[in-house]
T-cell receptor, first 114, second 114 residues
Framework: DTGVSQDPRHKITKRGQNVTFRCDPI?????LYWYRQTLGQGPEFLTYFQNEAQLEKSRLLSDRFSAERPKGSFSTLEIQRTEQGDSAMYLCASSGRTGPETQYFGPGTRLLVL | AQSVTQPDIHITVSEGASLELRCNYS??????LFWYVQSPGQGLQLLLK??????LVQGIKGFEAEFKRSQSSFNLRKPSVHWSDAAEYFCAVGVRGGYQKVTFGIGTKLQVIP
């Protein structure tokens, strides 16, 4: 069990550019979550995958955001036409059970939009 | 919808002193409850969780929490704080049934002074 990994750990971009983040969950986990955490706040739910199916998206996930999990393993989160308000920590979590479950978090990707 | 309140944004304790971090939740039924810790620039690490059964839950690093249904609380405690406990602590509530959509509190930042 190597834990949840995320890449990159830090990203600085200019407003209007597109960025993509990757999350590799714990290998046997079929559930994957993305959260966003802004300064001074707790993480906020963005979206959830069970295997390759995206089953829920938060209203926080505007049309500029898209997430995929093509083979039910790693996931990507893309932000198009970034805005300064997108600056945040993007956290990925995975879990592997139905019913009561524990989500295990990755180290996060810190995004700064200039 | 569920919600979490952490009334203390910032707490300072002396090393060796006892600690209690407060958490109140709002949910129509018995929730799943979690405490996570986050060091600066890092992801979230699970300290402990409550699903059912014994209302006093033991976690890692000497932490414990008690679920009090009558008070809708899940306070985190540690009898003797170490300097390495300085971090931000998040209480979270999960919904029973379906996938685990977790709602986090705003966090309590713990400072430990010598």
């Amino acid at each position: 069990d190597t834990g949840v990994s995320q890449d990159p750990r830090h990203k600085i971009t200019k407003r209007g550019q597109n960025v993509t983040f990757r999350c590799d969950p714990i290998s046997e986990h079929n559930r994957l979550y993305w959260y966003r955490q802004t300064l001074g706040q707790g993480p906020e739910f963005l979206t959830y995958f069970q295997n390759e199916a995206q089953l829920e998206k938060s209203r926080l996930l505007s049309d500029r955001f898209s997430a995929e999990r093509p083979k039910g393993s790693f996931s990507t989160l893309e932000i198009q036409r970034t805005e300064q308000g997108d600056s945040a920590m993007y956290l990925c979590a995975s879990s592997g059970r139905t019913g009561p479950e524990t989500q295990y978090f990755g180290p996060g990707t810190r995004l700064l939009v200039l | 919808a569920q919600s979490v309140t952490q009334p203390d944004i910032h707490i300072t304790v002396s090393e060796g002193a006892s600690l209690e971090l407060r958490c109140n939740y709002s949910y129509g039924a018995t929730p799943y409850l979690f405490w996570y810790v986050q060091s600066p620039g890092q992801g979230l690490q699970l300290l402990l969780k409550y699903f059912s059964g014994d209302t006093l839950v033991q976690g890692i690093k000497g932490f414990e929490a008690e679920f009090k249904r009558s008070q809708s609380s899940f306070n985190l405690r540690k009898p003797s704080v170490h300097w390495s406990d300085a971090a931000e602590y998040f209480c979270a509530v999960g919904v029973r049934g379906g996938y685990q959509k977790v709602t986090f509190g705003i966090g309590t930042k713990l400072q430990v002074i010598p």
